[in-house]
């Protein structure tokens, strides 16, 4: 895979996150916030082991601010 496919992936997570902010008030229980957002955590995270196979120049740091998570 190429830098081009990892910014896609980070940024459709980065964006669901900011959609996961945008909810938040709406639905007015921080338990269910919190637990979206760990979710979404879980999945960069996974995402940001799978991918390190697929290109020796990978940087799962970067991967994973892009995505939001750090």
């Known amino acids: 895979m190429?830098?081009?496919d990892f910014?896609?992936?980070a940024g459709?997570?980065?964006e669901r996150r900011a959609q996961v902010r945008e909810e938040a008030p709406k639905i007015n229980d921080p338990k269910v916030s919190a637990?979206?957002?760990s979710e979404l955590?879980?999945?960069a995270y996974k995402f940001a082991?799978?991918?390190a196979l697929t290109n020796e120049r990978y940087?799962?740091?970067r991967f994973l601010r892009a995505a939001g998570v750090a």
């Open 2 to 4: 190429t830098r081009k």
């Open 7 to 9: 910014e896609l992936i």
């Open 12 to 14: 459709v997570l980065a």
């Open 35 to 37: 637990s979206r957002f």
């Open 41 to 43: 955590d879980d999945i």
């Open 49 to 51: 082991g799978v991918l």
């Open 59 to 61: 940087d799962g740091d």
